[in-house]
């Protein structure tokens, strides 16, 4: 369990520390935001597969016949799948500094002072609602039963609707809206939990309780896949959700989760159509509403 709070208070540290990138940029000198999540990405990844290998031993036929007591209390491992709907609020985003100006008509040329993109804003960009799938993994500890951590994958898609974007202030030259066409995002994210619940309805088949309340928190990253790029970001996570046991192994559950990226860079933003393009920045907050199916068991060897 010391192992587990040590490292789930480092990478809560770090996703906390990575979501500015000014923050970052001081400690790593002129090391790119984009080298920053790759290092933390191939530390993260391993470090938790770590984790979960250790629980497997300590778990193991072999450990427990050693007489463990941490291993044999009431806790329990889960698996589960959910489904549910994304919610992404509409956003601004702002044309960052390498922006080029778009081209006069007339010249074909570059349109410079006034006309520069950098410093304006593509204000209320829309969401649509959209489908959003994952699967976890997690267990509950044996010596503290309400305390547990999980590890989640998930994967949605929202569209964003075409004409809309209004570049603000407006140009004097060059489009007036930002988006003219329909585009999308897709966002695939890694995501680790620490968790406390309660247990309600008591019997003697569930002696946790049936009905389970919980709130988690917790690090992970995500990237955000657009028509001309992907953004990736690190992202924080809280959740509120009930567990109802139907079985000692069966349960359903249904969550809100809310993540939130800061200042995601979205490149080469334009380029298809104009053949001029530039990053735009932006933060990400994500509403999630899931209803899933869980499977508990006491150990991961069947006994």
Known sequence: ??????????????????????????????????????????TYIPVSAAIIAYYMYKNSPAQRAKGYPEELGPGEWYLAAYTGLSYLPSADWKFASNFPAPLSTDTGLPLGG?????????KNIEYQPGILGGIKFGRFLDSYPWLGW?????FSRNRIRMDQGRISPPLPAGPTNLITGSDWFMIWGLQTNLLARYGLLKDKEVTFGRLQPYVGIGPGF??????????????????????????????????????????VQYEDVLAAKYGFGGTMTFDVPHHRFVLGVSYHFKNLYGN
């Not at 006034?114 to 593509?122: D, F, L, S, V």
């Not at 657009?226 to 249904?254: H, L, Q, W």
Request: charged share 15%.
């Open 114 to 122: 006034a006309a520069q993109y950098a410093g304006r804003t593509a």
């Open 1 to 42: 369990m010391r192992l587990m709070a040590i490292f789930l208070t480092s990478i809560t540290f770090l996703g906390v520390w990575g979501a500015g990138e000014p923050a970052l940029a001081g400690v790593f000198g002129n090391t790119s935001s984009e080298q920053i999540f790759r290092i933390a990405a191939f």
């Open 150 to 154: 999980e590890t989640e994958t998930h």
């Open 222 to 263: 995500e990237i955000i896949y657009g028509r001309t790029d992907s953004a990736k970001n690190f992202a924080i996570e809280t959740m509120a959700g009930v567990r109802y046991m139907f079985t000692p192994k069966v349960a359903v559950f249904c969550e809100y989760k809310f993540s939130y990226q800061f200042a």
